[in-house]
T-cell receptor, first 112, second 114 residues
Framework: QKEVEQNSGPLSVPEGAIASLNCTYS??????FFWYRQYSGKSPELIMF????GDKEDGRFTAQLNKASQYVSLLIRDSQPSDSATYLC????????????FGRGTQLTVWP | EAGVTQFPSHSVIEKGQTVTLRCDPI?????LYWYRRVMGKEIKFLLH????????ESGMPNNRFLAERTGGTYSTLKVQPAELEDSGVYFC????????????FGNGTRLTVT
């Protein structure tokens, strides 16, 4: 079983729609959860992180965490073509001093 | 503030040759990490430095890989001798404190071993 699983997509949504990206993780002790956005040939860029159960909102982005279900998601509201990228879910187990476990990423395309 | 910089951006070498990758973390970041993405796979941890000390090198694939961080500033990752399966993108990341502060990644070095 993989540490972190994501639907690889591709996910395609029209401009203005809500994009929903999902991630599950295997280690129940995981404590910190991160969403990175990566444009082709560029570095992964942190867009959201969440530590507690529930929702965390930042602008058009909402991260949702359900530790009981070992599930974390990212919602992008009012999607823009510039949001087209690969979104990486990463998990920090808490005992590993910042070592992250990544999913393979979900490729998102927002079409105008 | 300058970000994490990596050099070179691309490297093509033949099997059996040696390659050295360099990473300059964000100034003041004591924690430096190396990660690797092999084609079709997820990004995977290689090792973690705290200043000049190796905190965790459990992700290093074998003894052909050697990482150093002399003086606790920039880091190098040497692959000697390179094998075909070493091809991939090598990312460096840094953070101020582990666990509580997010990792900042460089653009990566794309290594191709032919």
């Amino acid at each position: 079983q993989k540490e972190v699983e994501q639907n690889s997509g591709p996910l395609s949504v029209p401009e203005g729609a809500i994009a929903s990206l999902n991630c599950t993780y295997s280690d129940q002790g995981s404590q910190s959860f991160f969403w990175y956005r990566q444009y082709s040939g560029k570095s992964p860029e942190l867009i959201m992180f969440i530590y507690s159960n529930g929702d965390k909102e930042d602008g058009r982005f909402t991260a949702q965490l359900n530790k009981a279900s070992q599930y974390v998601s990212l919602l992008i509201r009012d999607s823009q073509p510039s949001d087209s990228a690969t979104y990486l879910c990463a998990v920090d187990r808490g005992s590993t001093l910042g070592r992250l476990y990544f999913g393979r990423g979900t490729q998102l395309t927002v079409w105008p | 503030e300058a970000g994490v910089t990596q050099f070179p951006s691309h490297s093509v070498i033949e099997k059996g040759q040696t390659v050295t990758l360099r990473c300059d973390p964000i100034s003041g970041h004591d924690n430096l990490y190396w990660y690797r993405r092999v084609m079709g796979k997820e990004i995977k941890f290689l090792l973690h430095f705290v200043k000049e000390s190796k905190q965790d090198e459990s992700g290093m694939p074998n003894n052909r890989f050697l990482a150093e961080r002399t003086g606790g500033t920039y880091s190098t990752l040497k692959v000697q001798p390179a094998e075909l399966e070493d091809s991939g993108v090598y990312f460096c990341a840094s953070s101020q404190s582990p666990g509580n502060s997010p990792l900042h990644f460089g653009n990566g070095t794309r290594l191709t071993v032919t």
